[in-house]
Every structure is written in C-alpha cells, then in structure tokens.
C-alpha cells in the first residue's frame, strides 16, 4: 500500500515536500513515480525514480522546480516542488511499476497508486 502526504494550500512561489510511504512491501526493488491529475484531465507523469539506482526521470516543463528522491530506510519516496505556480494545482498520486523507463514517467507504466494528496497553490 502507497501513502501520499504533505499537500496542502501553499501560494505561487512557495514550496511543498510530498511523501510516498510504502507498507507491507519494500520499495527496493520497484520504481517509483509521482504523477498529478487535474479534474477533467489525463493523469500527467511528474517524476520517476529507480529505487536500486537511484536513477530519476522528469516531465521536463517541471524539471528544475521539481526533485525526486527516496529514503530507503524509511521506505519513502519524496517529490520536492519549489517555485510552485497556479498551474501546479493538482492531485498528485504516486505508483510503483517493476520496470524503469530512463526516458519516459508514464502514468500507464505504473500500479498500485496510493489515494493522493492535494496541492492547491494560490496566485
């Protein structure tokens, strides 16, 4: 099971952490993907990482503001988000596939997606 926390109401320009904690199964041999939906809209691929590697891939509008990073200990994925825009208002979701794409963060790729966490940023 995925847990996302660490959304909330935050205004342009700030900034939010967001966890994936993952229960009854170990992250390590799994990627792992933030994604983000909109109502009305596909889910949109944010950020993957390789657990075993560490190896990351971004939606590249989002790269630079965006960072993906795990904490293997705690069985966490975190995504940072700085310079947040109205834009970034959203659902964000994490899943788990056991293949890594090194060039692609597809929704469709990944499985077993926790509840998600919502992240309203105001103008």
């Known amino acids: 099971q995925l847990v996302e926390s660490g959304g909330g109401l935050v205004r342009a320009g700030g900034s939010l952490t967001l966890s994936c904690k993952a229960s009854?199964?170990?992250?390590?041999?799994?990627?792992v993907g933030w994604f983000r939906q909109v109502p009305g809209k596909e889910h949109e691929g944010v950020s993957c990482i390789s657990i075993s590697d560490g190896t990351t891939v971004y939606s590249d509008p989002l790269k630079g503001r965006f960072t993906i990073s795990s904490d293997n200990a705690k069985n966490t994925v975190y995504l940072h988000m700085k310079s947040l825009r109205p834009e970034d208002t959203a659902l964000y979701s994490c899943g788990t596939s056991t293949s890594f794409y090194w060039d692609q963060c597809r929704p469709t790729n990944y499985a077993d997606w926790g509840q998600g966490t919502q992240v309203t940023v105001s103008s």
């Open positions: 009854g199964f170990r992250l390590d041999d799994y990627a």
